[in-house]
C-alpha cells in the first residue's frame, strides 16, 4: 500500500504543532516533488497490486480536486489498483462543501476519513478547530449525499470541557449518523502546545486519566451493541468497513509512505523515514535523490514492534509468525515472560495467537513493553 503524507494545513490545533503554508508556489512545488519521489521509490514495494491508497497528514482536503487526481494519476504509472482498492482522504469538516464532494465523487477516492472531533462546540473550541459542531454532523450528511459509504470520523474522549454525558451524546450522534467507521482516542497533552500552556496557566484542567478510562469502556461495549467491531485499541469498525490501510500497519505488512515526515517498511527489517523540512525534502529531490534516512532493525527490535502493534488487535500476535521469524532463545525467554500474565488471565491464547483481554486493553501498551527483550 502507499500512504501519501501531504503537508498542508489550515490551522494549528491546540494539540498538535503541525502547520504548513498553502501558497500556489509552495503547493505545485510540493506535487511536483511527491510525484518524482514516487518514481524515484516505485521499485520500494514487492507487491505493486495496491489494495489501499492514503491521502493523509496535514489536511489534504485544501488541495484542488484536480491536484488529488493528479497524484492518483502518477501513482498508476507504476502501480495498478486492485479491483476493490481502497483510497482514503483525510478532511476536515468545513472542507466538504457541495462543490468539493461533488467533484470528488467523480474520482477514484472511495472512503473518507473525516477530523470530526466532537459534536460540541466548546470541545471544538477548545481544540482549536475550525468547524463548529453543526458543520461536523452537516459535513457527514452531505459526503453521504454524494454516494460516500465508507466513511471514518474521529472522537475525542477526556477532554476537560467535556463530561460522561457530553461523550455518551457524542457517541449517540454518530450512531444517528449511520457513520460505519470510527477512530477515537483519549486527549492528550503535547509539550509547547496552546492546550498545555492553558493547563500550566490554570485556564483549563488537565485530562483526568480516571475520567478517560470510564469513557473508553462506555465506548467500546457501546459500540459493540450497535454491530461494530472493537477490531484495534483505538478502532471500530461495523463489518466490511475495517481500515485496510491501517490493518496493514497493524498486520506488519509492507507501505510505502510518500512526502514529508513519511515512514515506510518492508515488511521484513527496514524503516525508513523521509526528511521533515519541506525546503530540503523538495531540494533533494529536485537533485533526483530520496530524501529519507533508514534504520535496520535489530531482532530485539522487529520482536518488540510485532509485540506492541499486535497486543493493540483484537487478531493479537500470531505465534506461529513469532516461531518462523525469531530465535528458539528468545522465543523460550518470552514464553516465561508470558506465564504469569497468561495466568492472572492479562493475557491468553486462542487459535495460536496471544491477545489481551479487552478488559485490559487501556493498559496495553504497558502490558506490551513489560515483555520488551531489552
Given amino acids: 500500500m502507499i500512504y501519501l503524507h501531504i503537508p498542508f494545513c489550515k490551522q494549528k490545533c491546540s494539540?498538535?504543532?503541525?502547520?504548513?503554508?498553502?501558497?500556489?508556489?509552495?503547493?505545485?512545488e510540493m506535487i511536483a516533488s511527491m510525484k518524482k519521489e514516487i518514481f524515484l521509490r516505485k521499485d520500494e514495494l514487492e507487491n505493486r497490486?495496491?489494495?489501499?491508497?492514503?491521502?493523509?497528514?496535514?489536511t489534504p482536503s485544501v488541495l484542488e480536486v484536480d491536484d488529488l487526481k493528479s497524484i492518483i494519476d502518477a501513482v498508476l504509472k507504476y502501480f495498478t489498483f486492485d479491483s476493490d482498492i481502497e483510497i482514503t482522504l483525510e478532511a476536515n469538516p468545513d472542507d466538504l462543501d457541495k462543490h468539493f464532494l461533488q467533484q470528488l465523487a467523480g474520482t477514484a477516492i472511495n472512503r473518507l476519513s473525516i477530523g470530526t472531533q466532537s459534536f460540541f462546540d466548546e470541545d471544538l473550541k477548545m481544540m482549536n478547530r475550525a468547524h463548529n459542531a453543526a458543520e461536523a454532523e452537516a459535513s457527514i450528511k452531505r459526503a453521504q449525499d454524494y454516494g460516500f459509504e465508507n466513511i471514518s470520523i474521529d472522537l475525542i474522549y477526556g477532554s476537560p470541557t467535556s463530561s460522561f454525558e457530553i461523550w455518551k451524546e457524542n457517541l449517540n450522534k454518530t450512531i444517528a449518523l449511520e457513520v460505519p467507521h470510527i477512530s477515537s482516542y483519549a486527549l492528550?497533552?503535547?509539550?509547547?502546545?496552546?492546550?498545555?500552556?492553558?493547563?500550566?496557566?490554570?485556564?483549563i484542567q488537565a485530562p483526568k486519566e480516571e475520567e478517560q478510562n470510564q469513557e473508553f469502556y462506555y465506548m467500546t461495549g457501546f459500540l459493540k451493541d450497535h454491530g461494530f467491531d472493537h477490531y484495534e485499541i483505538s478502532n471500530f469498525g461495523?463489518?466490511?468497513?475495517?481500515?485496510?490501510?491501517n490493518s496493514a500497519y497493524w498486520k506488519y505488512q509492507e507501505y510505502l509512505g510518500i512526502g514529508p515526515s513519511?515512514?515506510?517498511?518492508?515488511?521484513?527489517?527496514?524503516?525508513?523515514?523521509?526528511?521533515?523540512?519541506?525546503?530540503?525534502?523538495?531540494?533533494?529531490?529536485?537533485?533526483?535523490?530520496?530524501p529519507k534516512e533508514t534504520e535496520i532493525l535489530s531482532e530485539k527490535d522487529q520482536f518488540n514492534e510485532m509485540l506492541?502493534?499486535?497486543?493493540?488487535?483484537?487478531?493479537?500476535?500470531d505465534l506461529a509468525s513469532m516461531k518462523e521469524k525469531f530465535s528458539s532463545e528468545m522465543l523460550e525467554r518470552f514464553q516465561k515472560d508470558i506465564q504469569n500474565k497468561v495466568e492472572d488471565g492479562i493475557l491468553i491464547t486462542e487459535n495460536n495467537h496471544l491477545k489481551i483481554p479487552e478488559r485490559h486493553w487501556f493498559m496495553a501498551d504497558g502490558i506490551a513493553s513489560d515483555l520488551f527483550m531489552v
Fill in 49 to 58: 497490486n495496491l489494495k489501499s491508497l492514503y491521502f493523509g497528514g496535514g
Fill in 308 to 317: 506492541m502493534i499486535g497486543l493493540r488487535t483484537f487478531w493479537g500476535v
Fill in 262 to 290: 513519511a515512514h515506510s517498511y518492508n515488511g521484513r527489517n527496514e524503516r525508513s523515514w523521509n526528511i521533515a523540512n519541506n525546503k530540503l525534502y523538495i531540494d533533494q529531490l529536485n537533485h533526483g535523490r530520496i
Fill in 188 to 203: 492528550t497533552v503535547e509539550p509547547k502546545t496552546a492546550l498545555n500552556q492553558w493547563i500550566i496557566q490554570n485556564k
Fill in 238 to 245: 461495523k463489518p466490511g468497513f475495517h481500515s485496510r490501510h
Fill in 15 to 28: 494539540y498538535c504543532n503541525f502547520h504548513f503554508s498553502t501558497s500556489l508556489k509552495f503547493k505545485e
